[in-house]
């Protein structure tokens, strides 16, 4: 049952991943992305990383999301404007690179690795004060320089906001 449910989801996930890609208006682009994000956590839950669903659920299907819907409606971003067809660079190197990285991928998975490199369904190495520690004591600059990064990140979207109303 686990295999199953795990590429039922994981088809989930890329075809809200397309759907965000293919979308014009940012607010459909968001909550495509939030269909994306809940389908890794059910992905997650499969693979026996409780801690990790539940914090793809509560942080980013839930806060990076409502901040993302609250600076494109503070953004007033309406629906994209094309110009022309597209360009024609990207359409000539976008398409090749596209098939190549599929195959170099398909050949990555399919002949390099044993089936011992693979992360068996329900087997996850780590518990919650595992990443706890390795969060808070290991990594607590990057996290913190992180956290940095998000609020002045935060700040530039309000002043570009304010910038259009005047």
Avoid at 2 to 30: C, W
Avoid at 39 to 59: H, K, W
Avoid at 68 to 76: D, G, Q, R, T, Y
């Amino acid at each position: 049952m686990h295999p199953v449910l795990f590429f039922i989801f994981a088809a989930v996930a890329v075809a809200g991943a397309v759907n965000l890609l293919a979308q014009k208006h940012p607010i459909n682009s968001a909550l495509s992305l939030i269909v994306v994000m809940g389908s890794l956590a059910v992905l997650y839950l499969l693979l026996g990383a409780e801690f990790v669903a539940a914090i793809q659920v509560i942080v980013y299907a839930g806060a990076v999301m409502v901040l993302f819907v609250f600076v494109i409606m503070l953004l007033n971003a309406g629906e994209e404007e094309h110009e022309g067809p597209g360009s024609r660079v990207a359409k000539i190197f976008g398409y090749p690179a596209v098939v190549l990285l599929a195959g170099l991928l398909t050949y990555v998975l399919t002949s390099r690795a044993t089936p011992e490199q693979f992360v068996e369904i329900g087997r996850f190495v780590g518990s919650t004060k595992d990443i706890g520690r390795l969060l808070f004591r290991d990594f607590l600059l990057p996290f913190e320089v992180t956290s940095v990064l998000i609020l002045i990140a935060i700040m530039g979207a309000v002043v570009l906001a304010r910038r259009g109303e005047q």
